[in-house]
């Protein structure tokens, strides 16, 4: 078995063993995704929920997934370890959606319960154990990374435009059942290559192997007991705004509490961090209306015409984000090597907030869809995926760099739990954009295309004039914020 210094010592760009974690996470997204597409279509199609409803009960289930990845991210620092966690939560995702595979209709929330569960273990452990593969200061973690998010988003594109494609037009048991068959390929392959991490993700060393066992046990058991409150508050979205308010400003303190024990030089730097988190926050707030308000608007409002072809808006929805992902991260991984050659590169902060200036241009497109109507009064389609396009380039400006800052400025013993706070950080942007979606449906069931057209694109409008608000304060802030987390022989 290699050493932790073995695997760090790695030559060329990449460590080899990121290509186990690169397909791993690209069958877990494959699955994520697949079932995301679906929700928000089945919820309105077979289960009749207005649009009001479903862009709510999205935004919450949303949420969920995201905020259990803060509780994955700390069982694994605490007591499991990142591989163990990721097996345990991969396990439930695949039973999560082999039940909605039998029978969706009937299994859905608890099918989701199981989603919800397993993604919190799964999800921000093994972008840590990306983070892992590299030693402090190593200038090549931000590349891996970003290849790291090209495999998510590989996986996101298949899964993404499969899945709703098989749900439509053949059953959406089977589009469930697929989804749960490719999460079994990412486990498998997991299972297969993990020998390769050596002591990467091993469960935390411990005197007391007796109770190190119990206390994993109790983790196991303790999610399964769990469902039926997670199905309750997923149910009842009183009981999501309740949760909302309260793991936010807990996750909080006990950050602080760990703070307490640090010294200044790694404070400053995990206040740093903190704000990253505060801003992706406001970014997938915007950005998360394409899982929720965007898919509605693409189902019924957008033309299924661009140039001479047809398309399922849908699908396009669901997946012209992630090909764009995968397309420019390429191109922007090169253009921050040339930056930074002749030292033009932009700080970390600077790139936060040019992502938003490109959020903020990508929603003026949204909005300016409804000026393009064809014949049948629906709204431009090329537009609209010109428009995933832009906000492509701003999620490669934030999420990838995102991941790689949270193992870059926090303590290693804390890696799990900032992997979870980032993601976490999602779970709220997730949670305002379905409020922030339902609030620009159209308050009435029986409302007329138009109606909804406008309703829908009055607040894209908005949206992109916060953006660029944001965009332009932290652009002007980032020069005295990215002292926060300079390291001082810069
Ligand atoms: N698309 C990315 C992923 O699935 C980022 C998602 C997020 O953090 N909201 O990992």
Redesign the pocket.
Same mark, same amino acid.
């Given at each position: 078995m290699q050493t932790l210094e073995q695997i760090q010592s790695f030559e060329g760009k990449y460590p080899k063993q990121i290509w186990s974690l690169f397909f791993t996470e690209m069958w877990e997204?494959f699955c !994520? +995704?697949g079932n995301r597409g679906m929700l928000v279509v089945f919820m309105t199609n077979i289960l009749f929920f207005s649009d009001q409803e479903a862009n709510l009960k999205y935004g919450a289930i949303q949420a969920f997934v +995201?905020a259990f990845t803060f509780i994955g991210g700390l069982f694994a620092d605490k007591i499991l370890g990142f591989q163990k966690s990721l097996l345990w939560g991969g396990i439930l995702m695949i039973l999560g959606s082999l039940i909605l595979g039998l029978d969706a209709k009937a299994n859905f929330f608890y099918g989701i319960c199981l989603i919800i569960i397993g993604t919190g273990f799964f999800?921000p452990n093994i972008s840590t154990m990306v983070g892992e593969l590299y030693r402090a200061g190593d200038p090549r973690r931000d590349a891996g990374f970003s290849l790291f +998010?090209a495999g998510?988003?590989l996986g @996101?594109l298949f899964g993404g435009g499969l899945c709703v494609y098989v749900g439509k037009t053949y059953s959406w048991n089977m589009a469930f059942a697929l989804s749960g068959i490719f999460m079994m390929v990412g486990l498998i392959n997991f299972l297969l290559t993990r020998k390769n991490l050596g002591p990467i993700g091993q469960a935390p060393v411990t005197t007391n192997e007796k109770t190190a066992k119990r206390n994993q046990y109790l983790v196991y058991g303790g999610s399964i007991i769990s469902i039926p409150f997670i199905y309750a508050m997923i149910t009842n979205t009183a009981y999501t705004d309740i949760f909302m308010y309260i793991i936010g400003p807990a996750t909080l303190l006990y950050l602080i509490y760990e703070m307490s024990k640090l010294n200044w030089e790694q404070n400053r730097k995990l206040v740093g961090a903190m704000i990253f988190i505060f801003l992706?926050i406001i970014f #997938?707030s915007f !950005? *998360?209306q394409s899982g929720g308000s965007l898919s509605l608007y693409a189902e019924k409002l957008i033309s299924k015409d661009m140039l001479g072809l047809n398309f399922d808006p849908n699908v396009v929805n669901n997946s012209a984000n992630s090909l764009f992902?995968i397309i420019l991260s390429v191109f922007i991984g090169l253009m921050w090597i040339w930056l930074a050659k002749i030292k033009m590169e932009p700080n970390y902060f600077m790139k936060f907030g040019l992502a938003f200036i490109f959020l903020s241009v990508s929603f003026y497109m949204f909005y300016y869809t409804r000026f393009l109507l064809d014949n049948a009064g629906l709204a431009s389609l090329g537009l609209f995926t010109f428009a995933y396009m832009v906000i492509s380039v701003g *999620?490669l400006f934030l %999420?990838p760099i995102g991941l790689s800052l949270m193992t870059k400025l926090s303590p290693k013993h804390l890696w799990g739990v900032m992997m979870g706070m #980032?993601?976490l @950080? %999602?779970a709220y942007?997730?949670y305002v954009a379905g409020i922030l979606g339902a609030g620009m449906a159209s308050p009435k069931k029986d409302a007329s295309p138009m109606e909804r057209m406008i309703a829908y694109t009055d607040g894209y409008q908005q949206l992109a004039l916060y953006a660029l608000i944001t965009g332009a304060v932290v652009i002007v802030a980032s020069v005295f914020l990215n002292k926060l987390i300079a390291d001082r022989a810069e």
């Open positions: 997204r !994520f +995704y +995201y999800k +998010y998510i988003n @996101a992706s #997938w !950005f *998360e992902v *999620e %999420s #980032w993601f @950080a %999602s942007g997730q």
